[in-house]
């Protein structure tokens, strides 16, 4: 493990990666089941490089476990990217999506409901307004909604209660409902800086290219084959985010996928219906994270990715000489039991920022604030936002 710093990401682009998916690092001895994790606590650790525009690579550590998985990320024709892995949104929307049906399955079977089919759907709007060239824009964020399919045999009413609990269980859910401020930090050329406006962490970290000094290998273990797969759009035109509007622009993020009775993995499959032009992708979970990454370790690898696009963005617009972007994020999640219910809780999430280059403490300083304002992952997980169960529908048979 010991070659030249280009090996550790593989920083070429997308299409010229010898691994543009998934593939796991650290082996971890466990039986695969449909169980989700008890109550508990566990942290994911991500790490991440632009390799070219808004193409980027990362790392997402289970911590208890030392699992790891490399994704990839990209943007598509709504922000001129070229549409080669799946948006940042889509991690993130994934691992919503498949947080929730995966609890909702461990708890119908739990209280002895018979699984037949599980479909779940959820959405969640999002709009930006205002000049991104002057620092002025802001994401907007609007309702989230499920909707929720059950076919299983059992009781109506114990069908919808599963459905409740399961959603209260969810720390990806729980970092929607519950408004945090992140924590962030910034390092310029190897050196702490000022930042303006947030929150600032109180840990450090280390810049990935200077801890990587060689290229990591997979382990070689059998992994789900398909773990990210492209699928058409939707149509042709769709709406583009301009870097300087004086109008609101807004779109959602709509995930759909069954629970497969036969893995126990979620197939989310995540797009933005008024982004047609643009590609959706298909992402596998697992919720023992064996054969595909955990949905809480896409939730917090697509909110990684997110931040990450939106300094792209900055650095693009301003033309400035800097080379690749760095992060290093942190995100903790727990299942408590709360009088007999268990509640899924999530803590702000820590991320540390590394530029390298030409660049001004003053432009460097304003930068952090300018990237949170605009992105949709952390501005859902920093406003109040409301939820609808708009419509679950339970078919039960004895």
């Known amino acids: 493990m010991t070659t030249s710093i280009d090996n550790i990401f593989a920083a070429v682009p997308l299409e010229n990666n010898p691994y543009p998916t998934a593939f796991p690092f650290t082996a971890r001895e466990a039986a695969q089941s449909f169980a989700y994790p008890e109550p508990g606590d566990d942290t994911y650790r991500c790490e991440v490089i632009g390799i070219g525009h808004f193409q980027k690579e990362g790392l997402v550590r289970e911590q208890s476990t030392g699992r790891t998985w490399r994704l990839t990320a990209d943007e598509g024709k709504y922000l001129r990217g070229t ?12 691992g919503l999506h498949a947080d929730a049906v995966l609890r909702i399955a461990a708890l119908a079977r739990e209280r002895g409901l018979e699984l037949r089919k599980l479909n779940v759907v959820v959405r969640q ?6 000049s991104f060239v002057k620092g002025e824009a802001v994401g907007l964020v609007f309702g989230l909604s499920w909707q929720v399919s059950i076919d299983a045999a059992g009781a109506l009413d114990a069908a919808h209660q599963v459905v409740k609990d399961a959603l209260a269980a969810s720390p990806a859910v729980d970092a929607m409902l519950t408004p945090r401020e992140g924590l962030f930090a910034l390092y310029v050329n190897g050196a702490r800086s000022s930042i303006s406006g947030l929150q600032e ?3 450090t970290e280390r810049d990935p290219l200077t801890v990587y000094f060689g290229g990591l290998e ?7 084959p398909t773990i990210l797969t492209r699928r058409p759009g939707t149509g042709s035109t769709g709406m ?12 959602h993020m709509h995930a759909e996928g069954e629970l497969d009775l036969a893995t126990g993995l979620v197939h989310s499959t995540v797009g933005f219906p008024e982004a047609a032009a643009s590609s959706r992708w298909t992402l596998v979970s697992d919720g023992q994270g064996l054969v595909a990454p955990t949905p809480l370790a896409y939730f917090s690898i697509g909110t990684a990715f997110c931040y990450h696009t939106q300094f792209c963005r900055y650095i693009d617009v301003r033309r400035l000489a800097l080379g690749p972007t760095t992060l290093v994020q942190s995100s903790r999640f727990a299942l408590v039991d709360d009088s007999g219910r268990l509640a899924g809780q999530a803590a702000s999430f820590d991320t540390h920022v590394f ?3 030409e660049i001004d403490e003053e432009t460097a300083s304003a930068l952090p604030l300018v990237a949170a304002n605009t992105c949709s992952a952390h501005r859902a997980m920093d406003t109040a936002i409301e939820m609808n169960v708009a419509e679950t529908v339970v078919h039960t048979a004895s």
């Not at 583009?240 to 779109?251: A, F, K, P």
């Open 83 to 94: 549409d080669m892995a799946p948006a940042p949104l889509m991690h993130w929307g994934a």
């Open 125 to 130: 709007g999002f709009a930006s307004k205002g």
């Open 201 to 203: 962490s109180t840990s």
């Open 218 to 224: 997979p382990t070689g273990e059998g992994a789900w």
């Open 240 to 251: 583009v985010l301009e870097n300087d509007s004086t109008t609101s622009v807004g779109w």
């Open 355 to 357: 530029l390298n280059g």
